[in-house]
């Protein structure tokens, strides 16, 4: 789809500032401006068109900042936080951007506020051990950091194709290919440099401040600006990646409804085999693909055999090679950004064939439906949640090997299909909700990078009173609940 299979979500962390004159009669961004000369942009530059231009979404292109502040290094970031907390924080004020892979707007984008574009927070460090890697807060997962393991023949838990970044990726939690064996991204952070709300730099680990530790591992943008990711690196040569493609018979929609519930039966379960199917329709037509990723380079893992068997076969994409080359051939049918995109997200524990076939059938109804909607690509995008070791704060049990997430999204050219299209995602929603309660094996837990902006993901983490007291603890004013507006929120 949009960026369909392959997730989502990469930098979602807004920070922004109203542009509005103080009573000394200097707005926020002409402070910036004298403070950082040279880092901060305005509407009419190519610094800031080209930050802008840089969204996935056209929602997120719309907003018009009203200035984009440029740090390049974890004191500009600092310096900037103290400039905002010295103000008065009661109106939207700022938003931080990483990838700017969010689907909707004002997740990492603010009308007339500040911007922080964090992307020259791209540093690199590999510690003498090898086993942890430092990852600047405005990395992209595909620029640097997987070519600068691979010399090494490592790897970290990271985004799954090009252009995603790992501030957003990684506090949202995090799905990439290490995920049935090692869990989410932030299940691998040994530890973040942080700027909190006071402007102070504070590292956060499971020896120091390990309740923002933790509250970071799928908080998101609620308790700091994350200048530094301290990452567990893993041992990784050459993987096998790509996909099968197939046209959509019911044959061969009973056929996947059988081969993914096999795949995801704990008996069968094997760490190494992370896969991704995806139901598409566009232009009037149907598309079917599994995306496999095996982390050893075999060409035919047996994971995967009942997929392989399935006929009607159109491609095989498949190949063994590097992470970067694996990742790069990811995003090849996923446009680097599109005009319009809603998603929402939900989970559930491995279903019998025929709860796959319901599910499959009423998606089709739905889609086939929305024949004249300009331009669009509908995905049902399903996948294994990661196995998890508890050492976060998204509220699943450790070590469940069979709890998969579905994502229904749509991408489309105009906004005047904006109603039709997100009633019709909504409708899906419902539908595939109500099937899976009936089964008795709905899980009540999203995703979020994946959320649509009316779903409320930390909220179905089941503790969403330790992430406020930690709110509370290290931002006791609310700066980064009230002036930065964006993404979900803990306190509503």
């Excluded at 982390?295 to 590097?322: C, H, M, R, S, W």
């Excluded at 709860?355 to 509908?378: H, P, R």
């Excluded at 299209?421 to 099937?435: G, L, P, S, T, Y």
């Excluded at 009540?444 to 992430?467: K, R, V």
Aim: glycine share 10%; proline share 4%.
């Amino acid at each position: 789809m949009v960026r369909s299979s392959l997730q989502v979500l990469g930098c979602l962390l807004p920070l922004a500032i109203a542009f509005r004159l103080p009573s000394n009669g200097s707005s926020l961004c002409h402070q910036a401006d004298s403070r950082f000369p040279g880092q901060v942009s305005y509407a009419g530059s190519s610094a800031y068109t080209s930050s802008q231009l840089d969204y996935y979404t056209g929602e997120e292109r719309e907003l018009n900042p009203g200035c984009i502040f440029t740090p390049t290094n974890t004191a500009d970031v600092s310096a900037f936080v103290k400039l905002v907390a010295s103000r008065d924080i009661s109106t939207p004020k700022f938003a931080f951007r990483c990838g700017g892979h969010s689907f909707f707007a004002g997740a990492a984008n603010i009308d007339k506020g500040v911007t922080v574009d964090l992307r020259s927070l791209n540093s690199f460090e590999l510690s003498a051990d090898q086993k942890t890697a430092s990852v600047g807060g405005g990395s992209i997962w595909s620029n640097t950091v997987y070519t600068s393991l691979e010399e090494h023949n490592l790897t970290v838990a990271g985004g799954r194709i090009p252009g995603v970044g790992v501030g957003g990726f990684v506090t949202g939690g995090g799905l990439n290919y290490l995920g049935r064996r090692d869990g989410f991204s932030c299940d691998n952070v040994y530890g973040y440099e942080v700027v909190l709300a006071s402007g102070k730099v504070v590292y956060a680990s499971a020896t120091s401040h390990r309740d923002l530790w933790l509250a970071l591992k799928g908080g998101s943008n609620n308790f700091g600006i994350v200048t530094r990711f301290d990452l567990a690196t893993h041992p990784q040569g050459q993987l096998l990646g790509g996909a099968l493609v197939f046209n959509v018979t019911q044959k061969v929609l009973e056929d996947h409804a059988t081969a993914f519930s096999n795949y995801m039966d704990p008996k069968n379960f094997d760490p190494l085999a992370e896969m991704e199917f995806n139901l598409v329709y566009h232009a009037g037509s149907w598309i079917l693909s599994d995306a496999l990723y095996y982390l050893n380079p075999e060409p035919t893992p047996t994971a995967y055999k009942e997929f392989f068997d399935i006929p009607g076969q159109v491609a095989n994409t498949l190949i063994v090679a590097n992470m970067t080359t694996v990742v790069t051939n990811s995003g090849v049918l996923v446009p680097s950004t599109v005009s319009r995109a809603t998603q929402m997200n939900y989970s559930f524990k491995n279903a019998n064939p025929a709860v796959y076939s319901q599910l499959f059938t009423t998606f089709q109804l739905a889609a086939d439906k929305l024949y004249k909607v300009e331009g669009l690509v509908f995905d049902f995008l399903m996948q294994p949640i990661p196995v998890t070791n508890g050492t976060n704060s998204l509220g699943l049990e450790p070590n469940v090997k069979d709890l998969v997430l579905i994502d229904i999204g749509a991408a489309y050219y105009n906004a005047a299909d904006d109603a039709v299209v997100q009633a019709a995602v909504q409708k899906i929603f419902d539908q595939h909700v109500h099937i899976l309660k009936k089964a008795g094996i709905f899980l009540d837990w999203t995703y979020l990078n994946y959320a649509g902006s009316n779903q409320d993901p930390i909220g179905t983490y089941g503790d969403l009173a330790t992430l406020r007291r930690v709110s509370k603890k290290y931002d006791s004013k609310g700066l980064f609940q009230t002036a930065v507006p964006g993404a979900f929120k803990l306190f509503k």
